[in-house]
Each structure stands twice: as structure tokens, then as C-alpha cells.
């Protein structure tokens, strides 16, 4: 039994205090007196008064390195880590090594998960064989094997021609087509936002266009062929631009944001500073607003970390040699709370885009409170504060830009099929 806990569903747009009765892993009853009515046996019984409870949170885009790169993260690790920050789901995401562009690789990924006995995994496959961006995978046998949908994120699929076909063909099996929108022509040395920035640091620049071009050939592509199409990581407010105009003409695309992307500018990046060196970039102020109002308004469907771990050896180099990427797993929800007390974001619509949006457009379990479905839960203490230390973290990398940083608002309890799976 949860008691008397905030209890935000955006599913049904409920925001109020109530209790949640769990049995047998489902959600049993919801209501203001849910559990005085309980009889019986009772396995737990939590008092969660200013707290908050939400359908449990779903990542559409994590690197959990396994296979080809343990040592950075492996399954278990980073479901641990996932489980930490209150996402009961994850979507792996193919660039391994090997590439996840078979379907070994993908039962694989989902045996491994299901071991642990912690929060779902639900592998993305490659679009193409490599992530070469040269021969379609066979999609059919990803689908069969479990995946939920095909990206060569970290590499986009240049070639429009190929494009077409990978929509295409992902349409058949209904998976959500995901793309790393960068014209490699564009960004050839890039390491960081092109602008002043990058001149006063003598850095390589990547101009917020070589994504807005990528974005605009895709949505032309998606209206032709009806393709799922979700663009990954959007950091400029042109794709913002794009991306509203093709909603407001009905086609079926979506996107989402990061909580960097969000949260920090290029202005982070001063001093050389390897742990904000992400790919896309962290862009300027105006980006930064574009996107924020985007998620506000619905623009943008969902927050997703593209959680990437690195070493030190990855990132503490010089700028130049440092691997782009950041953790964002156990960080995520902790650092986006500032946008609700600010009053940027409603709480409700913070809940959304980290679980309800990206369950629908995932088409996976949970994203909702609803009675009889299962428990994958999140409790939340926006009063706690905690700080970013290499020993709180359960990821096996360190590389985040709040490190050693006191965060208010802390995950304290995560629920998958109603048990217990992290508790702080």
C-alpha cells in the first residue's frame, strides 16, 4: 500500500492526493481511501506524504555498452543505474560491439535483462547492417527477436535513398524509425556549437543547421512513406521550427530532448570542460528557451537521457581526444525538477515526458496508474536533497557534468511489476 502520497498520472490527468493498493504486481485499486479499505495480509504499507508517486519512467534512448564496451557499462549495471533514477524501462540502443543488426544480438540483450530481474529492456536495433548507413538490416528478424524499434544513432543514415527504404520497410512491422540527425558533411572535426564560443576556445564548431537539414529531408520522407519517424536528441530551435510545421499538418512524427539539452548552454563547455561535451552539442541560450517552450507545449513528446558512459581515460584528456557524452540515467529526474519550481514546466507535464509520451510512442507496457495494469512505479521526494558523488552513483561511469553538485529532488523508490527493484 502507498498512502497518501501527490499522485501524478498524466495518463488520465490526475494530480491529487490518494492511495495505490498493489497486488499480485498490479495496481489493484487508486483512490483517496484505496487503502483503509485493505484487509488481510499486507506485505508493505508506506506513509508517503509529500511525496510524489508516477507511472514508472521510460527511457527511449539509453547506451547501456553491452556487448563490445563492459568496461564503460554492462546490462546489469546500467539497469541498476536506471532503476536508481526511476526509469522502469529502457530502450538499448544498437551502436555495440558487435552492432546490434541481428536477431542473436537482440535475444541476447533481453536475456541478459530478464536475469536481473530489475527494469525492462527493450532493444532498439540498427537500421543498417554496421550502422554504415549502406545495407538494411533485416527488420523482420529484429521484430521477431524483440526489438521495438531501429536506429544507427550516433550515425545518421545520409543517404535519403536509403532513408526511404528503412521507413519503408520499418513501417511493415510497425517500428519506430529513430534518427541521429547530423549531415556528417557538415560536422567533419566539429567538437562543440559553432559560435562564439567555439572562436574564443579555438574549438571546431558544429553549426546548428547540419541537424535542421537532416530533420527537414526526414519529415519530407516520413510524409511520403507514413513512417513512425522520431528524431533523437533535439538540440536546436530549428528542428524545433520543422518539427511544429509538420505537426500542425497531422504527420505522424515525434521527438525528444535530453535533460542537458535542456539544462546547460555551450557557455558550459568553457574551460574546456570535457564532461559537457556531448553529441549534438550543447547549444545557446536561445536554443536552450526554444526547447523548453517546445516541451511545454507538447513540440517535443518526451525527455530521453542518452545515457552514455565513458571512462576517465574517454574524458579526462584534452578536449579534442574526449569522447562525446554524458550519464543521465540516475541524474535526470533530480536536475529537471528546477523546471518545475521555476514554473517552466508543470509538474504533470514533467511526469508525461518522462513516462506516459514515451510509452506511447514506444508503443510499451506502463506509462499509467491505471487499476489492473502492471505496477511500474516511481516515488519521488522533491525535498530531498542529495549530492552527485561517485559513490552514490550505480552506473559504472562517472562522466556527468553534476558531479560532486547538490541536487533537491530524489528518486526514492522504484517499483517494476510491483516489486521492489530500488529503494534509496
Given at each position: 500500500?502507498?498512502r497518501q502520497a ?26 483517496p ?6 484487509e ?12 510524489w ?16 564496451h ?5 546490462i546489469a549495471?546500467g ?13 538499448a540502443m544498437?551502436?555495440?560491439l ?15 535483462a530478464r ?9 532498439i ?9 549502406e545495407q ?12 521495438i524499434g531501429?536506429?544507427?544513432d550516433?550515425?545518421?543514415v545520409?543517404?535519403?535513398g536509403?532513408?526511404?527504404?528503412a521507413?519503408e ?16 558533411h557538415m ?5 562543440m556549437?559553432?559560435?562564439e564560443?567555439?572562436t ?8 546548428r543547421?547540419?541537424e535542421?537539414?537532416?530533420v ?12 513512425r ?6 538540440s ?5 521550427r520543422?518539427?511544429?510545421e509538420?505537426?500542425s499538418?497531422g ?12 539544462l546547460l548552454?555551450?557557455?558550459?563547455v ?16 536561445e ?6 517552450e517546445a516541451?511545454?507545449d507538447?513540440?517535443?513528446?518526451c ?5 552514455a558512459?565513458?571512462s ?21 529526474v ?11 514546466l ?7 515526458a ?6 506511447r510512442?514506444g508503443k510499451?507496457?506502463g506509462g ?6 502492471p505496477?511500474d512505479i ?6 530531498m ?12 561511469s562517472?562522466?556527468?557534468?553534476w ?11 522504484t ?10
Amino acid at each position: 500500500m502507498l498512502r497518501q502520497a501527490r499522485v501524478l498520472d498524466p495518463a488520465s490527468g490526475f494530480d491529487g492526493l490518494s492511495d495505490i493498493v498493489i497486488e499480485d504486481g498490479r495496481i489493484a485499486r487508486v483512490g483517496p481511501d484505496a487503502a483503509t479499505q485493505m484487509e488481510g495480509h499486507i506485505e508493505g504499507d508506506w506513509d508517503l506524504q509529500g511525496k510524489w508517486v508516477t507511472p514508472g519512467f521510460v527511457d527511449l534512448h539509453t547506451h547501456l555498452r553491452e556487448p563490445g564496451h563492459e568496461y564503460k557499462e554492462d546490462i546489469a549495471s546500467g539497469l541498476a543505474a536506471a532503476a536508481a533514477g526511476g526509469f522502469t524501462a529502457v530502450c538499448a540502443m544498437a551502436n555495440t560491439l558487435p552492432v546490434n543488426d541481428t536477431r542473436a544480438v537482440t535475444e541476447s540483450l533481453i536475456a541478459k535483462a530478464r536475469a536481473q530481474e530489475g527494469p525492462r529492456l527493450y532493444p532498439i536495433g540498427a537500421i543498417t547492417k554496421g550502422l554504415l548507413g549502406e545495407q538494411l538490416t533485416e527488420m523482420s528478424d529484429l521484430k521477431d527477436a524483440g526489438a521495438i524499434g531501429v536506429s544507427d544513432d550516433g550515425r545518421c543514415v545520409m543517404n535519403a535513398g536509403i532513408m526511404r527504404r528503412a521507413m519503408e520497410y520499418a513501417s511493415t512491422f510497425d517500428l519506430l524509425v529513430t534518427q541521429h540527425a547530423e549531415d556528417h558533411h557538415m560536422t567533419a572535426g566539429a567538437e562543440m556549437h559553432e559560435g562564439e564560443i567555439s572562436t574564443r576556445l579555438g574549438l571546431n564548431g558544429w553549426p546548428r543547421v547540419a541537424e535542421d537539414i537532416i530533420v527537414a529531408r526526414d519529415l519530407l520522407l516520413a510524409e511520403l512513406t507514413g513512417a513512425r519517424y522520431h528524431v533523437a536528441h533535439v538540440s536546436s530551435m530549428g528542428s524545433v521550427r520543422l518539427l511544429r510545421e509538420a505537426k500542425s499538418r497531422g504527420l505522424s512524427v515525434s521527438a525528444e530532448v535530453t535533460p542537458h539539452h535542456l539544462l546547460l548552454t555551450e557557455q558550459n563547455v568553457l574551460g574546456y570542460n570535457t564532461a559537457c561535451k556531448v553529441n549534438p552539442p550543447l547549444r545557446t541560450e536561445e536554443d536552450r528557451e526554444a526547447l523548453r517552450e517546445a516541451l511545454a507545449d507538447g513540440t517535443l513528446d518526451c525527455i530521453a537521457t542518452d545515457h552514455a558512459p565513458h571512462s576517465s581515460v574517454e574524458k579526462l584528456c584534452e578536449f579534442s581526444a574526449a569522447s562525446p557524452g554524458l550519464i543521465g540515467l540516475e541524474t535526470a529526474v533530480s536536475a529537471l525538477l528546477q523546471l518545475v519550481r521555476h514554473n517552466q514546466l508543470s509538474a504533470l507535464r514533467l511526469v508525461e515526458a518522462l513516462s506516459t509520451a514515451p510509452a506511447r510512442l514506444g508503443k510499451l507496457a506502463g506509462g499509467s496508474l491505471k487499476e489492473g495494469l502492471p505496477a511500474d512505479i516511481t516515488v519521488i521526494d522533491p525535498e530531498m536533497r542529495w549530492t552527485v558523488t561517485p559513490n552514490q552513483l550505480r552506473s559504472k561511469s562517472e562522466n556527468t557534468p553534476w558531479l560532486h553538485t547538490e541536487m533537491q529532488g530524489a528518486v526514492i523508490m522504484t517499483l517494476v511489476n510491483g516489486k521492489t527493484v530500488y529503494q534509496r
